[in-house]
């Protein structure tokens, strides 16, 4: 993208930061008009009532028995209480309008701080010719049977894909199974099925430097979503088969073992390892975590990323790329997957203020988020179980993880939902310097960064 075009694109950022600023001081004007001498007080009852909150919601995760039961009917009554409060005092319409006013200066901040289209979408690649000999990996029994559903086999042997299925019910190595087709001839592999199947499958067309195919049959297709892939149309995603173009996309390694999306360890890894987990996550992270969070269960961990060190995290998430600003747990969104960095987020929380102070974000006292392109990862046990992909499996210490950038060419579809936009965290000292007079870019951003150099694709 030239400096012209991101000028363009660009000149109505300022507007939208001081935008922000005018919906902020309205809210503050409406609730202190209405609320006069007042306003202090009624403040006072929406932080304590924050404060319980928060509170309860870390009884209700730490404890069992009556308490747990007890802090969640305390977590759902603050609110209405406060509300309650607010009407008794003819404030409630002002509370609401307050809180709208806060929301809408959220919105535009987060929209004038937000990079250029260009800084966060992943370059594509021009495919020469379609794959004469692809071969995907298909498990009939992922995502709930979407392989069935969508008649994904028929669709791909249509389009000269050969299929094999993962219908047995003997344990087969899928690496195996991918290394054979490519002695054979294979020029594309893919998989529809769980990330934990695509990412043994990118390992070898990585190693054998042939594209990939990702297809969204499986349940909660983080992978997937990255690339940018219809989640609700599986049979979408064989369009790369014929009309597509190539992403470069980066792969984590952990013990010699691929991962395309996280590498867990401490509560979340602990969690996966159960064998209850399939059957009930819910119910089966509820029982362990108070034991997790109080440092009973699970060995205790400390990780060196890049020289940082990182001592007695209760859970680490080594991620192939970081994941959006204020995701503590892999579940959120990577706009690029080509930065050629892990992202590594570590967190330790042993008291209701430091619950409450994951809400902050990135500045958290009881969070640690970063970037490294290896971390090694000891325990006081000779051998630890990780959570890699949402597969459970336990690797011998120390354990090293490393980012091989730009290792795996993912062919998808033309026309395709693509990533949305990252939201940014809200600064409000760097939202102020752009919305000044000059309408600066806020130091730290990529468009700042990067001003007077050329763009390089990777």
């Not at 330790?348 to 994951?358: E, H, N, Y």
């Amino acid at each position: 993208m030239t400096l012209k075009a991101a000028s363009a694109e660009s000149w109505w950022r300022p507007w939208l930061a001081r935008l922000s600023f005018a919906f902020a001081l309205a809210a503050v004007a409406v609730v202190a008009t209405a609320a006069g001498l007042r306003t202090f007080g009624m403040l006072a009852v929406g932080l304590a009532a924050a404060a319980v909150s928060l509170a309860a919601a870390f009884l209700f995760l730490s404890r069992r028995g009556a308490l747990r039961w007890l802090s969640l009917a305390v977590f759902v009554a603050a609110p209405a209480v406060v509300m309650a409060v607010y009407a008794l005092q003819s404030l409630l319409w002002a509370a609401l309008a307050g809180a709208a006013g806060w929301l809408l200066a959220g919105m535009t901040a987060r929209t004038a701080l937000a990079g250029d289209r260009g800084e966060w979408r992943m370059p594509e690649h021009p495919v020469a010719r379609p794959a004469r000999r692809p071969f995907l990996v298909m498990n009939p029994r992922s995502g709930g049977g979407k392989v069935g559903r969508f008649d994904l086999r028929r669709r791909a042997e249509d389009l000269g894909a050969e299929v094999f299925m993962l219908d047995g019910d003997e344990p087969v190595d899928v690496a195996e199974v991918a290394r054979g087709a490519v002695a054979r001839g294979a020029d594309l592999l893919g998989v529809a099925g769980g990330d934990g199947t695509q990412a043994l499958v990118a390992g070898i067309a990585a190693e054998h430097g042939i594209p990939f195919l990702v297809i969204t049959a499986g349940t909660r297709n983080h992978f997937a979503l990255d690339l940018g892939l219809d989640r609700d149309d599986p049979a979408a995603c064989l369009g790369a088969l014929s009309d597509a173009v190539e992403l470069r996309v980066d792969l984590g390694e952990i013990g010699g073992r691929t991962f395309v999306n996280n590498a867990s360890f401490g509560a979340y890894a602990e969690v996966v390892e159960s064998p209850a987990y399939r059957d009930d996550k819910l119910r089966t992270t509820l029982d362990l975590l108070p034991d997790l969070l109080h440092g009973h269960r699970g060995p205790r961990l400390t990780a060196h990323a890049d020289g940082a060190e990182i001592s007695a995290p209760q859970a680490l998430l080594i991620a192939n790329n970081p994941y959006g600003t204020g995701d503590i747990a892999g579940l959120g969104r990577r706009a690029r997957l080509d930065r050629g960095v892990l992202g590594v987020v570590a967190v330790t929380v042993d008291s209701a203020r430091q619950a409450a102070g994951l809400l902050r974000g990135r500045h958290a006292t009881g969070l640690r988020v970063l970037t490294a392109e290896e971390v090694t990862v000891t325990a006081d046990t000779p051998r630890l179980p990780v959570g890699v992909d949402g597969e459970s499996v336990i690797l011998p210490v120390p354990v090293r993880c490393t980012i091989r950038p730009g290792a795996l060419r993912v062919r998808v579809p033309r026309e395709r939902p693509g990533v949305p936009a990252p939201k940014p965290e809200v600064d409000w000292a760097r939202l102020l310097r752009l919305a000044g007079p000059h309408g600066r870019r806020p130091a730290g951003t990529p468009e700042a960064d990067r001003a007077g150099q050329p763009r390089v694709l990777r």
